[in-house]
């Protein structure tokens, strides 16, 4: 099969030369790259290049064939084009292929003359369809599918999906998915008068059309419209009712196409005046300005602390696209949380963005993207999947927050969006934002080595200052005694409860982070000394309160919280370890007496799903509530200009993870949340509790200085040889017996070194079994990615397919976490 050199990406050094990917790598990652939790155990499938060898040959003469990336299978494959099909098969387009007697939807990679498909020939199977309304993906998305495929050693039908709604990728645009498409039915009242036999449901439902019907029915009588008249009433649902009107020729009816609006933002936006910039701003988008009119790739790194203003430097970098003809891309860490931003975003542009969240039904996803490959929307705003949006000639690519561990994508195929959208802008000739107020050690890497281009917002826009940080030593501060009353202390420090009383008192609003979510993050048994823990997990079990029950977070188990200690027997469990609930409810026992109105609420992943979020942040921006306390969720860009006070509960919490970066994380989280604070015209105070006041991810947060952190972290990696001054591909067994995984790993381990790799391992997964499955995880470091790129694929190409086909093996290259 001929490949087509992936590109390099920009930055990363990487030549087409470089080795490149056998069929067996793919055919080996297509039956072992299960995600955690899962044992991948199908059988091997023949790596035959026509469709569908089972079939007998349909005999049918093609003019030229087409390699196809199929979303189900790890290889492509090759089918011939009907002479019919030829003008719309291009690459890009998706077609309806057979595959093992059912019809799925594909990619096509390549379109050739069918001299090329081989000794083949008669074996070809067609190509079945290229339905009118599926989508068409540009030759940017193509570059960067075939990149990821290359660069994450994965297979390219699973790279495919990435670009690929789930609702297309089934069987194309299915019935059902039509239907979910056109739930919106518009019905009018037609005939006067009215039958008296008619049930009451019927009356009374036809008394709702006509009272919402802009149209009288007389007029409707004499047009008999073939369309739904404007302002005629619209209903959800074909009901049986109103079916029956129908026969009856008491109401026409019309079905009607709802594209929806994923974050409820039906209303049209209101329009806001771009501000006059800020110096600092003037001159970051006079440069970028110009790097938009050059009509080239470039890459550039937005260093803005917290408040510096820097949206509306996309917002001016995009508007600078678009007068150009040309669409954008912003990458966000999770819609869900930002909807403000996605305003302003409407605000500027109106119905032209396109917004992408992770709540929506994939009918409304399909929406969106089939308005953006129409060319309707020239703006999507989305997490990382929105990188491979069907946009024709993207112009403009903004990856906000890039610091964002959200953007690396931890299971199928490992690609971190950051880079990938260095790809897409190079293949696109896109001008490419990354922006931040605490940019990684790999971002700065990027910028040193000239691959970025450097551009500062030292200031903030509108607060006259940053806020001033404060440190609470929770060694010797006099703390608030626990709920439970006995005889323990709470982790909330009288300073705290004091700042945030003060600040509630003055009409001011409060945050508070606390990263560990529920009341109590074990349950230990008083008798015995056992924690629970989850039947199928290697973790404690979290209690919450609220709920009454004990939780896993790794999986769905949720006990009762009357339950005894399994272990003994014994009813003497007690919560031990301080979860977010239970710094609300200590806080708010503390705060009653003194402000009996106050209103606190919880803001992390327990308490709401996606759409009370974004509720309980509407509700905070209004005022109706003042401390919010929550999980680093509440880190996230939010804009709230009344919050004046912003606590850290326990600093350090994150440093306890192992992980290389757990260290640049907790700078980034604590200076994050500490950006959230005087935001506006008011100043803002941080207080942030720890029993580690010197360590020096603390001391960098205390001190805004994002940049001497950086230069610490990056000499510290330098020194020990860690990314980015080196690279890292983790290996990934799981089975359930640990036995398996552990020897499978081992087998890798022990090619991998004779071959003169540096490697760790096999060592268990930090959290050793989820569902039941064990995990083991070896660690190859190289000093150069040429280095490790030969590794990884000469260990999926000559050892991988001869490991037992039951034991999952993931590659990881470039891994984030190593949970
Ligand atoms: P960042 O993303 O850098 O943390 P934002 O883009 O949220 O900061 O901006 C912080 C605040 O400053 C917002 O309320 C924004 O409306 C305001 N702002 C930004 N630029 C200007 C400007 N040029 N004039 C007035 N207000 C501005
Ligand atoms: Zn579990």
Request: positive net charge; charged residues 20%.
């Amino acid at each position: 099969m001929r490949r087509s050199p992936p590109p390099s990406l920009p930055g990363f050094d990487l030549e087409p030369a470089a080795p490149k990917l056998g069929e067996a790598d793919r055919a080996s990652l297509r039956d072992r790259h299960g995600e955690p939790g899962q044992t991948a155990a199908k059988p091997p499938v023949p790596r035959t290049r026509p469709a569908a060898p089972e079939s007998a040959a349909p005999g049918q003469r093609f003019e030229a064939c087409a390699e196809i990336a199929v979303a189900a299978q790890v290889d492509a494959l090759t089918y011939g084009v009907p002479d019919s099909l030829r003008a719309v098969v291009v690459p890009g387009q998706c077609v309806t292929v057979p595959l093992r007697g059912r019809a799925v939807t594909g990619v096509v990679l390549a379109v050739r003359a069918i001299g090329e498909a081989g000794g083949w020939l008669d074996k070809l199977r067609p190509i079945l369809a290229v339905p009118d309304d599926s989508i068409r993906l540009p030759a940017d998305v193509m570059a960067t599918l075939q990149f990821a495929a290359y660069y994450y050693h994965a297979p390219i039908g699973q790279c495919a999906r990435l670009a690929l709604p789930a609702a297309l990728r089934r069987t194309g645009i299915g019935d059902d998915q039509r239907a979910e498409r056109q739930q919106q039915w518009v019905a009018a009242t037609y005939l006067r008068p009215w039958p008296l036999d008619l049930a009451k449901s019927q009356i009374r439902l036809l008394h709702r059309i006509e009272a919402e019907s802009a149209l009288p029915v007389a007029e409707l009588r004499k047009k008999a419209p073939v369309d739904a008249p404007e302002g005629a009433s619209k209903l959800a649902a074909a009901t049986a009712v109103l079916q029956a009107l129908a026969a009856k020729g008491l109401v026409r009816l019309w079905q009607q196409r709802v594209l929806r609006d994923p974050l409820g933002l039906r209303e049209p936006p209101v329009p806001d005046v771009a501000p006059a910039l800020t110096a600092d701003q003037a001159i970051v988008v006079a440069d970028l300005t110009a790097a938009v009119q050059a009509r080239a790739y470039s890459g550039h790194l937005l260093f803005g602390v917290t408040g510096s203003g820097k949206t509306e430097v996309y917002l001016r970098l995009i508007g600078d696209a678009l007068a150009q003809g040309r669409g954008a891309i912003v990458l966000v860490p999770e819609i869900a949380l930002t909807p403000q931003l996605v305003q302003r975003f409407r605000s500027r542009f109106g119905d032209q963005v396109a917004a992408l969240h992770s709540a929506m039904s994939e009918g409304e996803r399909l929406d969106q993207l089939d308005r953006v490959q129409r060319g309707e929307r020239r703006i999507v705003v989305g997490p990382r999947s929105a990188l491979f949006a069907p946009m024709a000639d993207v112009g403009a690519v903004v990856v906000d927050e890039c610091h964002d561990s959200s953007y690396k994508q931890a299971h199928g195929v490992r690609y971190q969006a950051r880079d990938l959208a260095l790809v897409r802008a190079r293949a696109a000739g896109a001008v490419c934002v990354l922006g931040s107020a605490t940019p990684a050690c790999e971002d700065w890497q990027l910028q040193q080595t000239g691959k970025l281009t450097l551009h500062e917002l030292p200031r903030r826009a509108v607060a006259a200052q940053m806020p001033a940080i404060a440190l609470v030593d929770l060694r010797t501060a006099p703390r608030l005694r626990d709920i439970e009353g006995a005889a323990g202390l709470s982790l909330l420090s009288e300073a705290l409860v004091q700042a945030i009383g003060d600040t509630v008192a003055r009409g001011e609003q409060a945050m508070v982070l606390h990263n560990r979510r529920g009341f109590a993050t074990a349950m230990l048994c008083r008798a015995c000394g056992a924690t629970v823990e989850c039947a199928e997990c290697a973790v404690a079990l979290t209690w919450h309160k609220k709920q009454g029950r004990l939780r896993c977070h790794w999986c769905d188990l949720s006990l009762p919280d009357e339950a005894s200690c399994p272990t003994c027997k014994a009813p003497n469990l007690i919560g031990v370890g301080a979860g977010s609930e239970r710094i609300e409810m200590t806080l708010a026992e503390a705060l009653r007496t003194r402000l009996p109105q106050v209103s606190i609420a919880r803001f992390d992943r327990d308490s709401v799903s996606g759409q009370r979020l974004m509720e309980t942040l509407a509700a905070f921006r209004t005022g109706q509530i003042d401390v919010l306390v929550g999980t680093q969720l509440l880190a996230n860009g939010h804009d709230f200009p009344k919050v004046t006070l912003v606590g850290v509960v326990l600093a350090e919490e994150g440093l306890r993870v192992p992980d290389f970066r757990a260290t640049e994380r907790t700078f980034q989280l604590l200076t994050q949340v500490a950006g959230r604070a005087g935001r506006g015209d008011r100043p803002g105070t941080v207080l942030i509790q720890t029993y580690k006041p010197d360590h020096f991810a603390i001391a960098a947060a205390l001190g805004h200085d994002a940049r001497g952190f950086a230069a610490a972290e990056s000499a510290a990696r330098q020194r020990c040889a860690m990314p980015p001054f080196a690279y890292l591909a983790l290996f990934e067994t799981s089975h359930a017996d640990p036995n398996h995984a552990r020897g499978a790993l081992r087998v890798v381990v022990d090619a991998l070194r004779g071959w003169g790799g540096d490697v760790r391992g096999p060592v268990a997964a930090s959290v050793s079994r989820v569902r039941d499955v064990w995990r083991f995880h070896a660690l190859v470091k190289a000093q150069d990615r040429r280095a490790l790129h030969t590794l990884v694929g000469r260990l999926l190409r000559e050892v991988a397919p001869g490991l037992p086909s039951n034991v999952g093996l993931a590659v990881d290259v470039d891994p984030g976490a190593f949970a």
